[in-house]
């Protein structure tokens, strides 16, 4: 089952479909973090967000990540935990060049993601006034 991913602003639409954030591109963010969205293989994910510590803020409420359907309304522990998380990982994997795409593993993926997440939830908390991490199952 895939998922699509969006970090942005929840607009006030009552449907599901219509709180999707809008599409935004980055051309200076770093590389792999140039789009607020994201297309992942929902176990896949899962298994990211919980590798990472991450499982507990990202899950939907229902049944795990990717699912269903869910949006979460972000707060300052989202950021928190995932800055911290990025740091653990970068203190673990002193080897990892975030521009080396050559090997791309598990840790490599995992970077990826981490940088993701940081780069457009902090960007939601600059620019949006109602944050959240939206899942469609596609």
Not at 80 to 96: I, Y
């Amino acid at each position: 089952m895939s998922n699509i991913i969006y970090i942005g602003n929840k607009k006030p639409f009552e449907t599901f479909k219509e709180q999707c954030p809008q599409l935004l591109h980055h051309r200076n963010a770093p590389a792999n973090c140039q789009w607020n969205d994201r297309r992942v293989e929902g176990i896949s994910f899962e298994w990211f967000l919980r590798r990472n510590g991450l499982s507990n803020m990202f899950n939907s409420p229902f049944r795990g990540f990717g699912n269903c359907h869910y949006i979460i309304e972000l707060d300052k522990n989202h950021l928190k935990a995932v800055e911290d998380s990025l740091q653990r990982f970068k203190n673990a994997n002193p080897h990892m060049n975030s521009d080396d795409e050559s090997d791309v593993d598990i840790s490599a993926l995992d970077h990826e993601r981490l940088q993701w997440l940081c780069y457009w939830i902090k960007w939601s908390f600059e620019n949006c006034s109602n944050p959240i991490f939206w899942v469609k199952v596609i």
